[in-house]
């Protein structure tokens, strides 16, 4: 299959590579430069508008704002080819996810969302965790694609937005893991208890799972390189106070993980790992 993919950031190159190694033709656009042996076997294109001709196009860019710039501002939709399925992997607002929904619908396109779950390293390795909603059959024709890419396609049915709203609350879990996991050594360093001694408590009792492993890991390392930014932290905080805003249903954590990330982005650390809320002045080298 002929496949366009924008976006070659750290997980879209990941993922860009991986169709390549399943046999599908990968045609792709960054909005920077890319190195070709950074994907190898990718063919480089100089505007986007050549992957919305392929088979399907996949977009793994920032946030809404640069997936309109880039898709909608540009007319790629009323340029695209017929039959083609538009895949959008980004971490999206619910409502830009109907607008989304809209357009494709009036350019005769196939529209599927499908966030993901993983890091780099886990999209790297084929082992995303896809979160897919669509029309049945756009979902169906690509479905084994997106089987080249991950562990699991978890299918949220015809509507777009429901994936959207999943991933949304599954990275608002993560952030409130992370705040639990700082919280609890706040309390037990109070009286000398080593970070290290704690997490091997809390996995090996009640929180065992990939989010507290993870992070308790970077935690205890005092390690905050991306992963994750936590100025994408923020943006995806912000788009789930404004889904609960819509629905009316105050999420009072939420509030508190979204303040955090606010403080670090604002203190310059945006490009740090997220579970940099951890962070004292000692752990980032700033001396008094």
Not at 238 to 259: F, I
Request: glycine fraction near 8%; charge should be negative; aromatic fraction near 6%.
């Amino acid at each position: 299959m002929q496949i366009g993919f924008i976006g070659l950031g750290s997980m879209g190159a990941a993922m860009a590579c991986n169709l390549v190694k399943a046999g599908h033709e990968v045609l792709a656009w960054n909005r920077s430069p890319v190195a070709a042996d950074t994907v190898p076997g990718v063919t480089l294109l100089s505007g986007p508008e050549d992957a919305f001709r392929a088979d399907v196009v996949f977009t793994m860019l920032s946030d809404d704002a640069v997936i309109r710039e880039v898709v909608l501002d540009a007319g790629l939709l009323r340029n695209a080819r017929m039959g083609l399925i538009h895949v959008v992997t980004s971490t999206i607002s619910v409502g830009f996810a109907r607008e989304l929904t809209m357009l494709h619908d009036e350019a005769g396109i196939g529209y599927v969302s499908a966030p993901v779950l993983g890091r780099p390293n886990v999209a790297a390795s084929g082992q995303l965790n896809i979160l897919a909603a669509g029309k049945a059959d756009s979902v169906a024709a690509i479905e084994p694609v997106l089987s080249s890419l991950s562990k699991k396609v978890w299918k949220f049915g015809e509507d777009p937005a429901q994936a959207n709203a999943a991933k949304l609350a599954a990275n608002m879990m993560i952030a409130m893991a992370i705040e639990a996991m700082v919280e609890g050594v706040a309390l037990t360093e109070s009286v000398g208890l080593d970070r290290a001694h704690f997490f091997e408590l809390i996995l090996g009792t009640l929180f065992a799972g990939r989010a507290y492993e993870s992070y308790s890991a970077q935690i205890t390392a005092r390690s905050f390189e991306p992963g994750f930014k936590a100025k994408l932290a923020l943006k995806d905080m912000r788009l789930a106070s404004e889904l609960s805003e819509k629905a009316g249903r105050p999420l009072p954590m939420l509030d508190v993980v979204r303040e955090r990330l606010a403080n670090v982005v604002s203190a310059g650390l945006g490009e740090k790992d997220w579970s940099v809320i951890a962070a004292s002045d000692r752990d980032l080298g700033h001396h008094p």
